[in-house]
């Protein structure tokens, strides 16, 4: 049988506004899930549909100021505390992709090369104005082409093999520890309720013994060995706004390390009769390997109605649904 081939990367650009500095610094992009009326945006949705190892031109105050290489899928994530200070937004939840960002060493001002840049342009979903150069009014991610990166990088009198991008870049984990100082500070927890709730985010603790009281076994392996299974918040935990949300069993599942990490990424979900369901994301040749193709198809998930209602956000807004 053959090997899936190697994914080429994708190419996107982002046009910064205020939070420019705060995302570039902390490695990060960040978006609502949707407009201010509610409407699901083509640019929002990007951020799910970047994968790891593609690359990012960085715009903000008309400029190409970094390059970016995402480093991981987009997650569900609260509005960073430093955005709060933005009268534009309108979401507390949003998409988080994790992105190792890179200065670009000579700044380029796009309106300065418009004429070379115009013809690369797509003619749905542009970044820029064809005719100003400015950019799109609503376009936050957008993706492009190789030959409109190379352009940029090529105008910029630089390379990609010489960004020096930083290997110490934020990564969720330290955003989530940030998550626990604010959530203890917010709550005004004591010592021992904030060290559950950290440890609640590694399915660990109090936790992981209040999903044991639930359940003995992942539902789609079946596997009753603690010591390879995951305690794995349904709702996950750096949107719950309640330490009750973050510690107590009804959003949680136990899983199976590999079928934590397809649930957590929004492969798959389950409906309130207890069924899994899977994105038109993975493949099944991909589940296959996995050997999840037959127990996906006769996993069986029994629910009261809390844990429906946090199933049910999970359908709604961690799964990979293109509805």
């Known amino acids: ?58 715009m903000a105050n008309a400029k190409i100021g970094a390059f970016g290489i995402v480093e991981d899928f987009a997650e569900v994530a609260p509005i960073p505390v430093a955005y709060n200070s933005e009268k534009n937004l309108w979401s507390n939840v949003g998409w988080m992709l994790p992105v190792q960002w890179a200065e670009n060493p000579n700044s380029l001002k796009v309106k300065n090369h418009i004429e070379e840049i115009r013809p690369l342009l797509a003619k749905k979903y542009a970044p820029l104005q064809r005719e100003t150069g400015n950019g799109n009014q609503g376009a936050y991610l957008s993706k492009i082409s190789e030959n409109l990166f190379q352009l940029v990088l090529s105008l910029s009198n630089t390379e990609l093999q010489n960004l020096s991008f930083d290997q110490e870049a934020v990564s969720f984990e330290s955003f989530d520890d940030r998550l626990d100082t604010y959530e203890k500070t917010k709550e005004d927890l004591s010592d021992t309720e904030g060290l559950q709730v950290s ?6 603790g109090l936790f992981k013994e209040n999903v044991k009281r639930r359940m003995s076994e992942c ?19 750096r949107v719950c706004t309640t330490a009750h949300d973050r510690l107590t069993g009804a959003n949680g599942l136990l899983l199976a390390r590999h079928v934590d990490h397809l649930f ?38 029994i629910m009261d109605e809390e844990q429906r209602a946090f199933m049910d956000y999970h359908r709604r807004v961690v799964f990979k649904s293109e509805e």
């Open 1 to 58: 049988m053959n090997d899936a081939p190697i994914r080429t990367p994708s190419y996107w650009w982002v046009n910064h506004k205020q939070s420019h500095k705060y995302e570039i610094l902390n490695g990060l992009l960040w978006s609502p899930q949707k407009t201010s009326n509610g409407n699901r945006s083509h640019f929002y949705d990007n951020m799910r549909r970047a994968h790891p190892g593609d690359f990012i031109l960085s």
């Open 199 to 204: 440890k609640s985010r590694r399915g660990q």
């Open 219 to 237: 539902p789609v392996t079946g596997v009753r060995d603690p010591r390879f299974l995951v305690a794995s918040h349904i709702k996950p935990w």
């Open 264 to 301: 957590d990424k929004g492969f798959i979900s389950f409906t309130d009769e207890g069924s899994s369901i899977r994105s038109a994301e993975i493949g099944s040749e991909t589940l296959k390997r996995l050997g999840l193709i037959s127990r996906l198809t006769s996993a069986k998930l």
